[in-house]
């Protein structure tokens, strides 16, 4: 049963507030960094590779390796609403798994990617395909919030997830490799902006 839980994790449908947030996406939009599908799959792709790859994934490949990482995660996101992103979606994560029976959810202030990697070990998925699964809903959330704000058409999206997720099993695959790194200036800075911005769709 360990694929359709891994396909249940990556759903869109998952209760974790996804959907509300555009990591800094919707504050490039607003600055005219992205302005159309060209730009917006520059823009995804850049986060995917510089911040999501360099940070986020392998501190979730090292929580699904049992190592307790949780507060230099939460340290490590640039700005309150990127922190608070990741605290409400690890809530609402918990939450779940306390209700689906999941045992040893933790508690308190928990990031998302540690309570994701705390579902994929009670349900025995395979590390590397949790990864990838990862990656894809990340991606996958991106995509649908450069739809909703650059604007785009679906037929667009549906292109950026056929080039990006191709790059994703690579990616995974030098994961387990990468010393841990955040250097994403330009989305640090859009983010601050952000959360200053008039009108907006997206809580981050």
Not at 7 to 19: D, F, H, I, K, T
Not at 160 to 187: C, D, K, T
Request: charged letters at 20%; hydrophobic letters at 50%; glycine letters at 8%.
């Amino acid at each position: 049963m360990s694929l359709p839980r891994l396909l249940q994790l990556a759903s869109p449908m998952l209760p974790v507030g996804a959907y509300s947030y555009s990591q800094g996406l919707e504050a490039a939009v607003e600055a005219g960094i992205v302005t159309d599908a060209a730009s917006a799959e520059r823009w995804i792709g850049d986060v995917l590779e510089l911040s999501v790859a360099r940070m986020e994934a392998p501190v979730l490949w090292r929580m699904m390796q049992g190592e307790a990482l949780n507060d230099l995660f939460l340290a490590s996101r640039e700005t309150a609403e990127l922190r608070a992103e990741t605290l409400q979606m690890g809530h609402s994560l918990c939450r779940l798994l306390s209700e689906l029976g999941v045992s040893g959810v933790p508690a308190g202030a928990i990031a998302y990617p540690c309570a994701f990697a705390r579902a994929v070990r009670h349900w025995g998925i395979e590390p590397r395909e949790a990864l990838v699964a990862y990656l894809w809903s990340w991606l996958e959330n991106q995509v649908m919030a450069a739809i909703k704000a650059v604007p785009l058409g679906q037929t667009a999206g549906q292109r950026m997830l056929l080039s990006l997720g191709g790059r994703l099993e690579a990616l995974a695959a030098q994961v387990p490799e990468y010393a841990l790194s955040n250097f994403a200036p330009g989305l640090a800075v859009l983010s601050a902006r952000h959360e200053k911005q008039y009108s907006r769709l997206f809580r981050s």
